[in-house]
């Protein structure tokens, strides 16, 4: 055990204050990365989901309406690889809305 005396506590405050200050900045850091990583997905977000788009990227609903199924059988779908979403955004599949129209052509 480490004996308290004025330079050992002196040592052991200071070890202290430096983690303390190391760790508040990892943990500013970090808030940075994530404003940064929830900025960059909200503006994806929004432009894959653009009206004007072309060929814009549909949420599992917007597939499931368009087909006329349930959620439970577009998973079905796509855990026997039957239809596979083109992207993620983040955890969410999408599907881009000409691949659902070829889906539909070529299963009619």
Same mark, same amino acid.
């Given at each position: 055990m480490i004996e308290k005396t004025k330079g050992n506590l002196f040592m052991l405050n200071f070890m202290e204050f430096i983690i303390e200050s190391i760790a508040q900045r990892v943990v500013e850091i970090l808030k940075k990365e994530k404003e940064v990583f929830f900025q960059k997905t909200i503006t994806l977000?929004?432009?894959?989901t653009s009206e004007s788009s072309k060929d814009r990227l549909l949420k !599992?609903?917007?597939v499931?309406?368009?087909l006329g199924i349930s959620r439970a059988t577009l998973n079905n779908w796509r855990l026997k690889a039957l239809l596979l979403p083109d992207t993620y955004v983040g955890r969410s599949p999408r599907y881009f809305e000409?691949? !659902?129209d070829n889906?539909?052509?070529?299963n009619k």
């Amino acid at each position: 055990m480490i004996e308290k005396t004025k330079g050992n506590l002196f040592m052991l405050n200071f070890m202290e204050f430096i983690i303390e200050s190391i760790a508040q900045r990892v943990v500013e850091i970090l808030k940075k990365e994530k404003e940064v990583f929830f900025q960059k997905t909200i503006t994806l977000e929004a432009e894959t989901t653009s009206e004007s788009s072309k060929d814009r990227l549909l949420k !599992i609903n917007e597939v499931c309406s368009k087909l006329g199924i349930s959620r439970a059988t577009l998973n079905n779908w796509r855990l026997k690889a039957l239809l596979l979403p083109d992207t993620y955004v983040g955890r969410s599949p999408r599907y881009f809305e000409s691949t !659902i129209d070829n889906y539909i052509q070529n299963n009619k």
